[in-house]
């Protein structure tokens, strides 16, 4: 596994809308792994593919305290979201900027695992929060887009 360097604002490929995966391969395993690390290392919760200069469909998340909770979604989309609540948001590709942003509070994904299978998965509250901020990056939108917003 490999820690990658973390890309940030205003570089061009955080806005750039990231392709889907269509080859379920050992890159996107590497690619997974390497994500995995490189979140662990800055100690951060989430991460996409874009912030570590792949404009690819890929995120992962870990809100254990333990950091023993690793996960992954290829090809991540959002089919039903519904209510609404604020956490504070920060990303690594924003270093020291801080806000509160309102995201919704249950969301169902589909997506695809290592192998192509499409699976479904329901979030709520913070994980609903970081699964959405990090599908974001897969759209070229930014946190601060939201604050900018009202
Ligand atoms: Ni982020």
Redo the contacts with the bound molecule.
Sequence with gaps: MAELPIITFPDDNLRIISKEITVFDSNVKTLINDMLETMYKMN?I???AP?VGCNERIIVVDISKEKNKPFYLINPEVIHSSGGIKFP??????PGIYGDVRRPERLKIKYNDLFGNQLKLEAEEIMASVIH??I??LNGV??IDYLLAG
């Design positions: 951060a989430g991460l996409a912030q948001d920060r990303c690594l590709s924003l901020h990090e974001d990056h930014l946190f």
